[in-house]
Structures are given as C-alpha cells and as structure tokens.
C-alpha cells in the first residue's frame, strides 16, 4: 500500500515538473503557428522593415519598424539610468551600509518590486508626464523619457538584488588581499570587488532589461503610442507590447490584423529569450 | 478519503448547474467605450423593474464587442459604428447573423483647453490637423504652437468614424490616414485630461464626456456655411457635421430576454435615459 502511494505521489510530482516545459511548447507552438500566417500577407522584409503601422486600413499596411525603435528607445533610456543607480545601491547595500541601514534598504527595494506597474503607470501620469513637458520645454509629457524613467524603477529591484547577490559571492580573500596591499576601501570595490564580480552583474542587467521590454501597462499609459521612428527620447513612442495589449481587443480573429499582432509576440519572444540566455550564460561563467 | 473526493465532485456539479440555470436570465452585454455609461444606466434601471433579471455590461471598444458577439461570448454588442463586411462574414461562418438596431445617436465633439484661442474650424481644417498636413496653430489663427494631435486608439469605433467622416470625408476609397505622430489614447477619458492639461492638444469624443475643463470647437462643414456648436439640438436637426448612429447587435432578431431588453432601451423609458447619459434619442 505504501509502495503504491510512494509511486502515484512520485509520478505526480514528475508530471508537475514536464508540465512547465510542456506548457512552453504549447505556447511557443501556438505563437509560431498564429504568427507565421502574417507572411501570407506582407513579406517578411516588409513586416520587419515597414515604417508604417496603419493595422485597420484597406490595405493594411504592417510594418513594425517604428515599434521595434520605440521598444528599443525606451528600453535603452531604462537602462542607462537604471543601471548606475541599481549597481551603486548593490555595491551600498552588500559592502558600506551598516546593517541596520541594509534591512532597510533591502525591504525598500523589494517593496519597490511588488508595487504593480498599472500603480506606477498611473502616478507616472500624473505626476511625472507634466512634470517632463515643462521641464523640456515640450508639446507633450507623454514621451519614450517619461516611459523609460517609470521603467527604471521597475528594473531596479531586479539589478540591486542580483548584483548584490554576485558581490556577495566573492571570495572573501580578494578582499583582505588588497586590504593587505594597503588599497582603500574604494579601491577595493573599483578594482576587485566589481571586476570580480562583474559576470554577475552583467545577468543582473540583462534580467532588468528582460523585465522592461516586457513590460506593458505602464508604458502604454505613459509613452504616447505614436507609431513613428523617434528621433530623440523626448518624443511619443508605441512599443512592440503595448501594440499587442491595446489592438488585441480589436483585430477580427483569423485577420492579417491578428496574425501580425502574434508576429510581434514572436519578435518579442525572440528578444526576450536572447536577453535570458545571455543572462544566464553569463552567470553560469561565474561559477 | 473517497468519501471527501465524491462530495468535493458533487459540490463542483451542482454549482456549474446553477450557474448554468442562471444563464438564461442573465444577458451579457460588451463593445464600445462611448455607450458603456449608456448600456450600464439601461441595465441598472432594467435590473430594477425586473427582478431576477441580470445584465452586464463591459466596454473594450467597438471591434471587441463585434468579435466577442461572433465569438458567441456576449449576447448583445454596444457598436458606435457599423459592422464591416468583412465581420459579417467571419460571423456567418460561425453560425451568427448579425441583427442591427439604431439605437441613439452621438455628436462626436472636438476638443481644445480653454487656453486655446482657436475656437473654430471647418471640416478641411480638422482633417488636415488630425493627418498631419497642418502642424502648428498659427495656420488656423492661433499661437505659434505645435499641434499635439490625440486619438483614440484603433480598437475604438470613435477612431474608424473619425477617420471614415472626417479625415476621408465620407469618401469610402479614401486614403487619409492619422499623422504617424499622433497620440493614441486608451480611453476618452485619457483624451479629456490630456486636453485639459495641455493647451497645444486637440482631441475628439463623444459629446458626454465634455466638461467644463476642455473647450469645444465649433464645426463648419465648408468656409461658406456656419460653425455649428456640438450640442443636442444640432445634432438633432442634423446641423452638426460630425454625429454618428449608436448600434446595438444581436444574433438574429431578438427574442425572450433579449428582446425584452432591447425594447427597454428603445422605450420612452429608456430613450429618456439616452438623453441623460448626453446622447441623442434615435426617436423622438
């Protein structure tokens, strides 16, 4: 009886297990066969390299250019200002902060993590879209900058508490032996502590990123969706998920419409999952 | 152990079985953001009159009402434009037959801040806004601004009818299209705050989201004929150039329970709601 109960118990538990992998199978197989039916409409060259988004037009003219530039725009606004700050506060928390200081700063940071970005999108909109029209001098404050500064926060969690996690995980002696050099304290961060540990934080980047280009709700709330190559960071952007999430209601099931907006899903899958690999190759190289 | 298991199957059974039996005298109603108030002031006075009933009411946009009503996922479709052909025949092979019931009628106003000094314009000047053709308000009299253009996003009939009347002018094989530049808001509401807030925005909605922070433009359908304010009356007497039908859509005609709803909608009773809610009574 108890052998019976020890074998279902542990086939269940096996099942559990294939059930995530079988799920990305069923996912990646449905996009692929949702998405590739585009190209029976519009050629790839023209879908990847098209300037113009007119979705519901007769014909309709698909071309993801200017979301993909827009996703990239405030993708790469994100993370030049999250990164300095997110790697500084990881070096604060795991080598100067007193404890005390640490457990505050690292409830903080996980505090910041669990604010949902629909929250963020909104105080955003509020508060920082005008604030960034007068400031620029702009027509309007609904700009790649707004959404890059509201995504920031978002990365941030993710950056401070992997990066300080690999600072941690260098060996204590590297430490003492430049200690024992006579380095100062900050020489130590600058010239060991971070390159030692700096394949670490290269993943700790690269998840941050994951998470921003992903991230939907808060930059549809505050980046304008205008289809057009931007020109700066100070214009309205539309990225490649809040296409998805604000046209999905819309397009007819079995149109081009629908099929093109699974091919986005492909282009980000694919991006997504480039991020993700180098991220973990990099922290594999740790090891 | 198995005891616990019968009773937990029995449990799940009986429950899907009542709310299978509620179904039928519950109407699941979903489309465009412009009736939602409308649909859900009609619900909630039906619901009070007839006890029992349920009624409810989403919004998502025209295009999602259309497709959840051929996808067999609501009962009635809100739609604030007409159902493409092209929907007419995804719904056919399903198995539905669109039924069409006008039901209201809606000015579509245009918006400035009250800090805008431009107070009117003509149907060519709005179309060349919205496509981008004239781009700084020193070209229809006002500041030495640039034009921030708002829209409503594509799954929005508000967006297809602006495009269909204004930007194409009624031509069907028209191929204006919205600047590339232009902002496109999820909601009216985003476009009214917006508005209020930025005095270089010009947007457009329904007349019932105007309010007292947002400044409405004066339409004229050419230079030779007279700027008509967006108010009941003119769009009543079809002096105002930009109002539109309000649908409702159902599979096939009517019947039982969502016949008797519709009828509501359609009754003195409920056309008075019409006017409540700023639409415009499809009967007088």
């Known amino acids: 009886m108890r052998k019976i109960k020890e074998f279902f118990i542990e086939k269940l538990i096996f099942i559990c297990g294939l059930a995530s992998i079988f799920f990305v199978a069923l996912i990646f197989l449905f996009l692929t066969k949702e998405g590739l039916a585009v190209f029976k409409y519009v050629s790839p060259v ?5 300037k113009s988004w007119y979705p519901i037009s007769e014909p309709a003219q698909l071309g993801i250019l200017p979301l993909v530039f827009g996703s990239l725009m405030v993708t790469l606004g994100a993370a030049i200002i999250s990164i300095p700050i997110g790697v500084a506060c990881a070096v604060y928390i795991a080598e100067i902060a007193p404890s005390k200081v640490k457990e505050v700063l690292k409830s903080g940071i996980e505090l910041l993590a669990a604010i949902p970005s629909v929250v963020l999108g909104f105080i955003g909109m509020v508060t920082l879209v005008p604030w960034v029209k007068t400031v620029f001098h702009l027509p309007t404050g609904l700009t790649a900058l707004s959404g890059s500064i509201i995504l920031a926060f978002m990365a941030m969690p993710t950056i401070v508490s992997i990066a300080e996690d690999a600072l941690y995980s260098v060996p204590k002696s590297y430490k003492e032996g430049a200690f024992a050099l006579g380095a100062t304290h900050w020489q130590t961060i600058y010239r060991v502590l971070l390159p030692a540990a700096s394949s670490g934080i290269v993943a700790a980047v690269m998840l941050g990123i994951g998470r921003v280009i992903g991230e939907t709700m808060a930059v549809m709330m505050i980046t304008g969706n205008a289809a057009v190559i931007p020109q700066s960071i100070l214009v309205p952007v539309r990225t490649l998920t809040a296409t998805i999430a604000a046209e999905m209601g819309e397009a007819v099931v079995g149109s081009e419409h629908y099929f093109a907006l699974f091919s986005i899903g492909i282009v980000l899958f694919i991006i997504s999952f480039i991020i993700n690999v180098t991220a973990d190759s990099f922290l594999h190289k740790r090891r | 152990m198995l005891k616990k298991a019968v009773f937990v199957l029995v449990l799940f059974f009986s429950t899907a079985a009542v709310f299978a039996g509620n179904d039928k005298n519950s109407i699941q109603i979903k489309g465009s953001d412009t009736m939602v108030n409308l649909g859900q002031a009609w619900a909630e006075r039906y619901m009070e009159e007839n006890p029992g009933d349920f009624v409810a009411v989403t919004g998502g946009g025209s295009g999602t009402g259309l497709s959840s009503l051929i996808s067999g996922t609501c009962d009635i479709a809100m739609s604030s434009r007409n159902i ?23 000015g579509l106003a245009v918006v400035t801040s009250p800090a805008n000094p431009v107070g009117k314009l003509t149907l060519d000047q709005l179309a060349g806004i919205f496509t981008g053709r004239i781009s700084n308000w020193k070209e229809v009299g006002g500041k030495d601004e640039k034009i921030v253009v708002l829209s409503r996003e594509v799954n929005s009939g508000t967006h297809v009818y602006f495009k269909e009347h204004v930007l194409r002018n ?3 094989n028209g191929k204006e299209e919205f600047a590339p530049s232009a902002l496109l808001l999820s909601s009216s509401q985003a476009i009214a705050d917006e508005v209020a807030a930025n005095s270089a925005a010009i947007g457009y909605y329904g007349m019932g989201y105007i309010s007292g922070k947002q400044k409405t433009i004066a339409v004229a359908k050419d230079d030779k004929s007279g700027y008509v304010e967006p108010n009941i009356e003119n769009v009543l007497s079809g002096k105002y150039p930009i109002s539109r039908p309000l649908f409702l859509y159902t599979n096939d005609q009517p019947q039982g329970l969502i016949k008797k709803f519709v009828d509501y909608a359609l009754s003195k009773e ?5 006017v409540k809610t700023d639409f415009v009574p499809a009967k007088k």
């Open chain 2, 84 to 106: 493409k052909d092209k929907e007419i025949a995804l719904a056919k092979q399903k198995g539905i037959n669109p039924f069409e019931i006008k039901v209201a009628l809606d």
């Open chain 1, 46 to 50: 023209d879908f990847l390299a098209g």
């Open chain 2, 270 to 274: 409920g056309q008075d709601i019409v």
């Open chain 2, 170 to 172: 009624n031509n069907p």
